[in-house]
């Protein structure tokens, strides 16, 4: 069942993929993390780790557009709270939150 949710939660953002920037990938690996974001689960996959270190590492700025709801555009309504909680609940290290501001 959790497969079948990803793969419709990847549907929806393919569906989306008009959106704006190029970021609509990273929130495309990130899909393992969403049952997560959206608060339905109180702790992360590894699975949804490991792709939280590579978006760090390789898209940074992406994630800004996660913690500021760039999902919602797609249908998909993050819990900021969960989302901030992310990069703690997986011991990754992400850029400051602050450093967001400039990207809008
Ligand atoms: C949310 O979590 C509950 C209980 O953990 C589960 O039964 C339900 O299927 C989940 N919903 C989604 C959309 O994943
Ligand atoms: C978001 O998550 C927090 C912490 O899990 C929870 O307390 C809060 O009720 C959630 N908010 C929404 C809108 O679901």
């Given amino acids: 069942m959790a497969t079948c949710l990803v793969l419709a939660v990847v549907a929806m953002l393919c569906a989306g993929a008009t959106a704006q920037s190029g970021c609509t990938s ?20 590894q699975q949804c780790c490991t792709q939280l270190a590579n978006v760090v590492l390789s898209s940074p700025q992406c994630l800004c ?23 703690g609940s997986c011991n990754v290290q992400t850029p400051p939150i602050s450093s967001c501001n400039g990207n809008n």
């Fill in 26 to 45: 990273v929130l495309i690996s990130l899909s393992p993390c969403l049952s997560y974001m959206t608060g339905n689960s109180s702790t992360p996959s």
């Fill in 65 to 87: 557009e996660v913690l500021n709801g760039g999902g919602s555009s797609l249908g998909i309504t993050i819990n900021q709270t969960q989302a901030l909680a992310l990069p």
